[in-house]
């Protein structure tokens, strides 16, 4: 059974930095890109970021690109999102998402995590 | 703002089937069969109804249905259930991970 479990949200000054983290089990982690959406309140569903199976491309939304870093850890089935200079308009809940198909992402995204809620305010 | 278009809202009643449009480009939705379609309860986790534009995962009933022509994909609800009710979002691939391809979503109410 598969299951993504996303970490590390909370309440954050603005200018500063927070680091999520998604667990994953019951698949081969480390044949799958691993996503990054996040949705803020009352608003609807943006793609973040994206890391490849092996870690050896990411990709970013224009809205995140030089503030967010998506790293993972194979040997802990973990994927990282870690956000700096955060904005009020970052606030959303986070989810980590995994891709329907191995190897190459397809932006299709099979299983998700239940989030986690940034908050940026001062 | 977002590249694909949806309607804001569809209706129905209870049996009926109601069909969600998803208007894309040739860049995205026209350019690759990798559409897909997620449901969302309120304060619940995006759920996968519909990959590669007319899959189904395992679970999910065969009311759900998607199709594609051009630059517009389709979700077609048939037999509409009172679960049904949800926000309903597309997605494409676009080549390139380098831009969000999220619809606005369409919110379904069932009558």
């Known amino acids: 059974q598969v299951h993504l479990v996303e970490s590390g949200g909370g309440v954050v000054q603005p200018g500063r930095s927070l680091r999520l983290s998604c667990a994953a089990s019951?698949?081969?982690?480390?044949?799958?890109?691993i996503h990054w959406v996040r949705q803020a309140p009352g608003k609807g569903l943006e793609w973040v970021a994206v890391?490849?199976?092996?870690?050896?491309?990411?990709y970013y939304s224009d809205s995140v690109k030089g503030r967010f870093t998506i790293s993972r850890d194979n040997s802990k089935n973990t994927v990282y999102l870690q956000m700096n200079s955060l904005r009020a308009g970052d606030t959303a809940v986070y989810y980590c998402?995994?891709?329907?198909?191995?190897?190459?992402?397809?932006?299709?995204?099979?299983?998700w995590g239940q989030g986690t809620l940034v908050t940026v305010s001062s | 703002q977002s590249p694909l278009t949806q309607p804001r809202s569809v209706s129905g009643s209870p049996g009926q089937s109601v069909t969600i449009s998803c208007t894309g480009t040739i860049s995205d939705v026209g350019a690759y069969n990798y559409v897909s379609w997620y449901q969302q309860h309120p304060d619940k986790a995006p759920k996968l109804i519909i990959y590669d534009v007319n899959k189904r995962p395992s679970g999910v009933p065969d009311r759900f249905s998607g199709s594609k022509s051009g630059n517009t994909a389709s979700l077609i609800i048939s037999g509409l259930q009172a679960e049904d009710e949800a926000d309903y979002y597309c997605c494409s691939y676009e080549g390139t991970n380098t831009y969000d391809v999220f619809g606005p979503g369409t919110k379904v109410t069932v009558l």
């Open positions: 890391i490849s199976y092996d870690g050896s491309d990411q």
């Open positions: 998402a995994k891709d329907v198909w191995s190897g190459s992402s397809t932006r299709q995204f099979e299983y």
């Open positions: 019951g698949f081969t982690f480390s044949s799958y890109g």
